[in-house]
T-cell receptor, first 109, second 116 residues
């Protein structure tokens, strides 16, 4: 079966750095996406990785290793507004998007 | 760019009512639109995928006669929840994708549906 694993919840301190990991087992791979979802709101697109390596976008970076079936989202200089759920999703060989359950990130002052 | 508008944002209605939710891509043509449902503290659940001008593809377990989807143009898809009951209360979210299948999905703001 297809599976995406990410931690259920993480806690970090304002101003610090946090890394949210995602491992996947899917039938084929056509890209990995990270989305941010604040409570009661719809997800917003953060990043897309299809090749191995690091993609940097401001305070957020996303890394992919296809051979390991692994990705992480790195958030720097954490702000209180970064408190949200972070969803990892992978497109399989049929371009169907497989969603992880999300990681709830709690930022403490 | 890539703005998706979803309306209404919140609906409260009586059991047995039919509710229509609209999803519009404002600044791009959405060849494919997706409808999701999300229960509290749970992940997104894909309900159906619709391509402009063709019938929607429903996920297993989703009743197509209860959740009517119409994708009449490249910028508009609608979801109608027919004869809604309290168990249909949920957060419904649409997303749209332009062009190629590798493109990301962009989400509307969601509709919180409460059936009394």
């Amino acid at each position: 079966g297809q599976n995406i694993d990410q931690p259920t919840e993480m806690t970090a301190t304002e101003g610090a750095i946090v890394q949210i990991n995602c491992t996947y087992q899917t039938s084929g791979f056509n890209g990995l996406f990270w989305y941010q979802q604040h409570a009661g709101e719809a997800p917003t697109f953060l990043s897309y990785n299809v090749l191995d390596g690091l993609e940097e976008k401001g305070r957020f970076s996303s890394f992919l290793s296809r051979s390991k079936g692994y990705s992480y989202l790195l958030l720097k200089e954490l702000q209180m507004k970064d408190s949200a759920s972070y969803l990892c999703a992978v497109k399989d060989s049929n371009y169907q998007l497989i969603w992880g359950a999300g990681t709830k990130l709690i930022i403490k002052p | 760019g890539a703005v998706v508008s979803q309306h209404p944002s919140r609906v409260i209605c009586k059991s047995g009512t039919s509710v229509k939710i609209e999803c519009r891509s404002l600044d791009f043509q959405a060849t494919t639109m997706f409808w999701y449902r999300q229960f509290p503290k749970q992940s997104l659940m894909l309900m159906a995928t619709s391509n402009e001008g063709s019938k929607a593809t429903y996920e297993q377990g989703v009743e197509k006669d209860k959740f009517l989807i119409n994708h009449a143009s490249l910028t508009l898809s609608t979801l109608t929840v027919t004869s809604a009951h309290p168990e249909d209360s949920s957060f419904y979210i649409c997303s749209a994708r332009a062009g190629r299948e590798v493109e990301p999905q962009h989400f509307g703001d969601g509709t919180r549906l409460s059936i009394l």
